[in-house]
């Protein structure tokens, strides 16, 4: 089970294709069974963000269980470089909202939410929550 992570603007958000050839940060259009994410966010446009395991599952390897995972530094480094990219993005195209969870529980309730900036996407010890809304705050540094 992977963990999936949406992002949502006002403003229609550009796309960067999964490539497995080159494995990194994609931003895709969502599929059907994915569309019951959009109730979580109060922004018009919502896509797909994965990382460099296509999933979500990479922005969190080394950060949210470091002990789980063989080499965590390795892992920690490949998170923040997703990462990196995701908040990269958030910051261009004025991102408002993500909402992480499972996957298939999308039209479960959410039972977190949290405002942070783009900045702490990358902290080393941020990690997406399950059934959680991050507002988006792009005045705190």
């Known amino acids: 089970m992977c963990i999936v992570v949406y992002i949502g603007s006002r403003s229609p958000l550009p796309l960067i294709p999964w490539n497995p050839e080159t494995p990194a940060f994609n931003v895709t259009a969502l599929t059907e069974h994915e569309m019951s994410a959009c109730r979580h966010f109060t922004v018009p446009h919502v896509r797909y963000a994965g990382s460099h395991t296509d999933c979500g599952c990479g922005f969190n390897e080394g950060r949210e269980y470091p002990d789980a995972v063989d080499e965590p530094a390795t892992k920690r480094t490949e998170a923040l470089r997703s990462s ?10 004025q991102v408002e909202q993500i909402y992480s969870c499972w996957s298939g529980d999308e039209s479960e309730n959410r039972e977190f939410e949290r405002r942070v900036s783009p900045d702490a996407l990358i902290a080393e010890d941020f990690f997406f929550r399950e059934r959680e809304l991050l507002v988006i705050d792009h005045g705190t540094a």
Request: net charge positive; aromatic share 10%.
């Open 84 to 93: 990196s990219l995701l908040a990269n993005y958030i910051r261009a195209n």
